[in-house]
Nanobody
Framework: QIVLVESGGGSVQAGGSLRLRCAAS????????MAWFRQAPGKGREGLAA???????????SVEGRFIISKERSKDDKENILFLQMNDLTPEDTAIYYC????????????????WGQGTQVTVNS
């Protein structure tokens, strides 16, 4: 079981930046896919970016060039830490942002993840 805890959401003015953080614990090994999704009010959940088990980044075309995904290992070697650097934010980026993880190959291609965090709210004001 992987437990995911997001942080770093908040309110920001249009054109600003935020960095989201997700701490993943509960699985002994570090090589598994992790991703960021978001869900805006009245819309479905949208996949934004992922880092594969081999550390290859993947982006949805809607955010490529504005959002940057990265991952590191905690100093105690017990957690994966996933980041999402979001730049040039617009009100359309307002949503709840979720971290996700999966031990299976192809999860990002399918947009199908087993483990989810509780989400963190991002609000972009015009």
């Amino acid at each position: 079981q992987i437990v995911l805890v997001e942080s770093g959401g908040g309110s920001v003015q249009a054109g600003g930046s935020l960095r989201l953080r997700c701490a993943a614990s509960g699985y002994r090994y570090s090589a598994y896919v992790m991703a960021w999704f978001r869900q805006a009010p009245g819309k479905g959940r949208e996949g934004l970016a992922a880092i594969e088990a081999d550390d290859s980044p993947r982006y949805d075309g809607s955010v490529e060039g504005r959002f940057i995904i990265s991952k590191e290992r905690s100093k105690d070697d017990k957690e994966n830490i996933l980041f999402l650097q979001m730049n040039d934010l617009t009100p359309e980026d307002t949503a709840i942002y979720y971290c996700a993880a999966d031990l299976r190959g192809g999860a990002w291609v399918r947009r199908d993840f087993e483990y989810w965090g509780q989400g963190t709210q991002v609000t972009v004001n015009s």
